[in-house]
């Protein structure tokens, strides 16, 4: 190797040097920019030597030179790079620093424009039914809510007037033949209408709203809603219905509660129940009718009872959405007032 | 409907203890609703006679009373009532006691003057509901002993049951106490009936012309009667049933029905002798024992006294007010009648008058009840009328109506596929006879003929349902069907929650207002009111009118909040609304409407891309067709060809106006029936373009009176298939721009589909716009 004491090496390693020297002492990434354009630019001092390198006449010493000042040039760049970084972290950390906000100042004012809207209480009652049945296997059956006679009373086994439609205070819409339309009382017409149209065998239930002719207080509306489950198939019997609702008992509430039936009367069903579920505590919750579905009715769907068998059940959901939040009015529920909306989450 | 535990258990022997007596009620279906313990002795209250009683000048109302409790201290006590005269027996709560009513009887004084105790009236004792003063016991009670004992007041329970509608045999005594002994395994004995002396036959004629309405009639003839005061169980059990005492005679009629579920009814013999059973002629009327005048209608059913064909009886219903027995009466006609349930609920309700008697029969009672009422009739008047006599004999005329046992069969088989479980046949059989059934075994069959109390059984089923309440619910065991169908929600149905979640998602509340409207609330917000439907029987005018739209509801929730304070609110709803149709039922269809109070077109038009873009549903913005009732220039139709799929926009600031609702408030209402069911196939995935693209800006002029959509159709057309993108990034009016006018500007982005873009393609491009642009009236901005 030749000698690296020419003055060509010097003035390289000195250049070197003082660029170094300089790009470190730049303060601002725009200072440091000059800094760099000066040394490497054409006027620059490495770019001076290695114009002067084609003085150099021995072959051997020029590309040796050559190869240092490419060197040079790669080593300076990397202090270059290395001196930017370090300069755009303290350039950020003062944007970082004048861009502090009070967090919680922002949250209020989150919280005060940015709101997700609300389910009604009954929605999301209806909706967890819903989905704990889709797990037990039951589709979800939709009717209208304005019905005939024949579908709200006289196929669920009651004929024109008997006795038993008094269990329900009606209200009739105005027709051409008074009393043949009225405001279903219940859901259970959507059993029929199931029956008619869904081949069997059905695992439904049938969620909605009903109407009742009653003046509204605490515990009662003229319009409510509830839920109807409808068993059709073959062999299904009284001890099914009993397991199925166990199912949903805890499944719905939870592990900790049960059921029982107790004897009543319904009739479209028979035989019918009532059922109650127990808390854990020992209280029980009376909660809705269900039973075997009468023959009758089968026929009313258009299925021999001597091939299919099935149960039915229904209860309230506004009563579900009231117990759990521990509403005390149920006008409150309707009263659309966003101060009672806004509450739940 | 209330029941006596000592009824029942001169039924049947029953257990004693009342807690388990309701918890069988209620395994049986008979629903105990309350239980009232009475005629328990109260503590401390002792017989004690008034000797004297003094006035005092400054307290009028009430009377100083000088009692001896028997224990030779005069005792001083104030008393509210009037009733009681010196010398009278009369229970007095001594210092200490505490009353059934929680009351602690303190010394405690008016005028600085103490009383010492408090003197007692039946509903202080817990003895009666009602009471008209002190309780009177009879002059030779011993004093300082319990009245309780004194009289022989018996501790007893009320059981108010909650029966369905189906239990008309429960309206008596005897059909819980059948129910309760077949529970726990012990004989029926019925109600007590003392062997019956006979007097000569006597037969009443009866004469019946309705046979259907009255399909059996039996007239008893009794006769040394002495009315006069009932003993005092028998007042008593009727106080704890809610009913009054009258006298003897009525009060005996009054507790066979209600032991044995038999209406009877008794006239004085030397005033009706002979009966005739007919329809009422219109324009009669009758006075009935409440002593209101009834017009009759023709389909009542009238019992008359067939020697001058007058009434006597609204039948099954209510008896008249002149035929009433009198305190001379000493000869008795004693009516049990079936009459057919439907009529009798008719006229009960078209008189208004539901008495004890029609609630039985209009559930049905026992054609074959009469004789057993009959003869409880006379043991419980024995008491007080030692020589009353029963004559033989008595009347009964059945017709073809009357109805008759049935057979009924049920097999092991059809029990165990109805209920699950496999019952013994024997045991079945044992069940039925146990409640009346008369049941025979053939093989795996039980052949039964249904008593005529229970008119609810007549199938299998009827059967099986008796058997399985009597097996015990409990003991029927739980299993879960073996489903071949799997749960799910449909595609509408779970498009409908996507729904509801993008609307959450917007921060809209979900509102439920009422579906029924007044008269005047469509009107008013521009809406027709031609195809509304009414309802018959509405329970506030306000609420007679089915809603044709959403709209109505969600303003007044929109007022109301503002009126509490709540400007501006963003509600929605999902339902249904019931225009009239020409078929029976209404064109009952599920809508959305969302409102914001605070809200523009702007508010609605971001919902609407929102719902959009969630559900894969678009549809035209027309806004050559203003929706009824919204802003004239700033809402549109959402159209599909034709057909409108729903409104967005404003709502018409004269109808904010009017219904007081302040600043704007945004629509947007969507068909649910067409969006929800639709089911968008899913999207198939192109190949992301690795070539370039280019980005053209073009900024037109063009009169507000075509609509930017038309520009925007115009170059999407012009650029053709190498158009990517298109977005209209700004819209200017005023200076520079042509009063009427504004400046739109589009930027294109441009791509080819395979290579590269070359500039010659986007001058290309951009000349075809501008060129569309111009076509429409639409001037290239330099």
């Known amino acids: ?345 | 409907m209330k029941i006596l535990l000592s009824i029942l258990r001169e039924m049947a022997d029953i257990p004693s203890d009342p807690e388990a007596v309701a918890l069988a009620l209620n395994s049986l279906g008979l629903a105990v609703e309350e239980m009232v313990v009475v005629g328990t002795p109260v503590e401390g209250v002792v017989t004690a006679r008034i000797n004297r009683m003094e006035k005092h000048p400054d307290a009028a109302k009430v009377t100083r009373c000088f009692v001896d409790a028997g224990d030779g201290v005069e005792r001083h006590v104030w008393c509210g009532a009037t009733n009681m005269s010196e010398g009278d027996v009369v229970p007095l709560a001594t210092l200490g006691t505490t009353m059934p009513n929680g009351m602690n009887i303190a010394r405690r004084g008016i005028l600085g003057i103490d009383s010492e105790g408090m003197l007692c009236s039946e509903v202080e004792l817990g003895l009666s509901d009602e009471s008209s003063g002190l309780l009177i016991l009879p002059k030779d009670t011993p004093l300082g002993v319990s009245p309780f004992e004194a009289l022989g007041i018996e501790h007893d329970v009320v059981f108010d049951l909650d029966l369905t509608r189906n239990r008309a045999d429960c309206w008596g005594h005897l059909g819980v106490a059948r129910d309760l002994a077949a529970h726990f395994g012990v004989t029926l004995r019925g109600p007590r009936v003392d062997v019956i002396t006979l007097g000569g036959a006597s037969s009443l004629p009866v004469e019946i012309i309705a046979e259907e309405n009255c399909a059996s009639f039996s007239i008893t003839h009794i006769s040394g009667v002495t009315v006069g005061e009932s003993p005092r169980w028998v007042a008593q059990r009727l106080a704890h049933l809610g009913m009054r005492s009258i006298n003897n005679v009525v009060d005996a009629s009054n507790l066979v029905m209600l032991e044995t579920n038999q209406p009877n009814h008794a006239y004085d013999a030397s005033v009706v002798a002979s009966f005739r059973i007919r329809l009422a002629h219109s324009g009669e009327s009758l006075v009935t024992l409440d002593g209101q005048t009834r017009q009759l209608h023709a389909e009542d059913l009238l019992i008359c006294n067939a020697s001058d064909d007058s009434g006597v009886g609204l039948a099954g219903v209510m008896g008249d007010l002149h035929s009433e027995i009198a305190s001379t009466t000493t000869e008795l006609a004693l009516e049990s009648a079936w009459f057919s349930p439907d009529p009798i609920r008719y006229s009960a309700q078209r008189h208004g008058l539901r008495s004890e008697a029609s609630v039985r029969f209009e559930r049905g009672t026992d054609p074959n009840g009469w004789s057993l009422a009959a003869e409880r009739f006379v043991t419980i008047l024995k008491e007080t009328c030692p020589n009353v006599v029963l004559h033989a004999s008595p009347t009964v005329v059945s017709t073809a109506y009357c109805p008759q046992p049935i057979p009924v069969q049920v097999s092991v088989s059809s029990v165990e596929r109805l209920l699950g479980v496999r019952i013994e046949v024997s045991r079945i059989a044992e069940i039925l006879s146990s409640i009346g059934f008369e049941s025979r075994i053939e093989g795996d069959t039980v052949k039964c003929v249904v008593p005529t109390w229970r008119p609810d059984c007549a199938q299998e089923v009827d059967l099986i349902e008796e058997v399985a309440r009597h097996f015990g619910f409990d003991n029927i065991g739980k299993t879960i069907p073996n489903s071949t169908v799997h749960g799910r929600l449909s595609n509408m149905q779970q498009r409908r929650r996507a729904l509801r979640r993008v609307l959450v998602g917007l921060g809209l509340d979900e509102a439920m207002p009422s579906p029924f409207l007044a008269a005047g609330d469509l009107s008013r917000i521009g809406l027709t009111e031609d195809n509304v439907l009414h309802l018959a029987n509405p329970l506030v005018a306000d609420e007679s009118i089915l809603r044709t739209s959403l709209r109505p509801g969600l303003l007044r929730s929109l007022k109301y909040n503002q009126s509490h304070r709540a400007p501006k609110i963003g509600i929605w709803e999902i339902g249904h609304v019931y225009p009239k149709s020409s078929q029976q039922l209404p064109d009952e269809s599920e809508q959305l409407a969302i409102l914001v109070s605070g809200g523009d077109v702007e508010t609605s038009l971001m919902q609407w891309n929102a719902i959009c873009d969630a559900l894969s549903v678009g549809a035209q913005l027309d806004q050559g067709r203003v929706p009824a009732g919204l802003h004239a220039t700033r809402s549109a139709s959402l159209t599909r060809g034709k057909k409108i799929v729903g409104v967005v926009g404003e709502i018409d600031p004269v109808v904010l106006d009017a219904l007081g609702i302040e600043g704007r408030v945004s629509v947007l209402e969507i068909d649910l029936s067409v969006i929800l069911n639709e089911e968008p196939k899913p999207v198939q995935a192109r190949d992301i373009n690795r070539f370039p693209s280019s980005d053209i800006d073009l900024a037109f002029v063009m009169s507000d009176e075509v609509p930017a959509v038309n520009l925007q159709r115009a170059l999407r057309q012009a650029a053709g298939k190498r158009l990517v993108r298109i977005d209209l990034f700004d819209v200017y009016r005023g200076k520079g721009v042509a009063e009427g006018s504004r400046n739109l500007a589009f930027r294109l982005r441009l791509q080819e589909p395979e290579g590269t873009l070359t500039d010659s393609i986007l001058a290309e491009v951009q000349q075809a716009c501008v060129a569309a642009g111009e076509k429409i009236g639409a001037a290239i901005r330099a």
């Open chain 1, 1 to 345: 190797m030749a000698s690296s004491s020419t003055p060509e090496h010097q003035q390289l390693a000195q250049a070197v040097n003082d660029g170094a020297s300089a790009i470190n002492a730049a303060s601002t990434t725009e200072e440091l920019r000059t800094v760099v354009s000066a040394l490497t630019g054409k006027k620059g001092a490495i770019s001076t030597i290695k114009s002067s390198l084609g003085k150099v006449s021995d072959v051997e010493m020029r590309k040796e030179l050559g190869q240092l000042v490419n060197e040079a040039l790669t080593s300076l760049q990397a202090i270059a790079d290395s001196r930017s970084q370090q300069l755009r972290v303290g350039e950020f950390a003062s944007v970082i620093e004048s861009d502090r906000v009070d967090i919680t100042e922002v949250a209020m004012s989150a919280r005060a424009t940015q709101r997700r809207g609300r389910l009604h209480l009954v929605t999301q009652a209806t909706e967890r039914l819903e989905d704990v049945f889709i797990g037990l296997g039951f589709q979800i059956a939709e009717g209208p809510e304005v019905e005939t006679d024949f579908y709200n009373f006289e196929a669920l086994n009651m004929p024109p007037s008997h006795p038993a439609r008094s269990m329900w205070d009606t209200l009739f819409v105005e027709s051409d033949e008074p009393g043949s339309v009225v405001l279903r009382t219940h859901t259970s017409p959507v059993q029929i209408r199931v029956m008619q149209d869904w081949p069997p065998p059905i695992y439904a239930i049938m969620p909605g709203r009903v109407f009742r002719k009653e003046t509204p207080d605490a515990t009662h509306m003229p319009v409510f809603h509830q839920i109807e489950g409808l068993v059709i198939d073959r062999g299904i019997t009284f001890a099914d219905l009993a397991g199925t609702i166990e199912s949903f008992t805890k499944a719905f509430f939870g592990e900790g509660f049960t059921s029982r039936l107790r004897p009543s009367y319904f009739p479209f069903t028979e035989p019918s129940a009532e059922f109650d579920i127990r808390r854990p505590d020992g209280s029980w919750i009376e909660l809705g009718g269900c039973g075997m579905v009468h023959p009758h009715v089968l026929r009313a769907g258009g299925l021999d009872p001597a091939e299919w068998s099935g149960f039915a059940f229904g209860f309230g959901i506004d009563r579900m959405a009231k117990e759990r939040h521990g509403v005390n009015d149920l006008r409150d529920m309707y009263s659309d007032d966003v101060r009672f909306t806004e509450q739940f989450s």
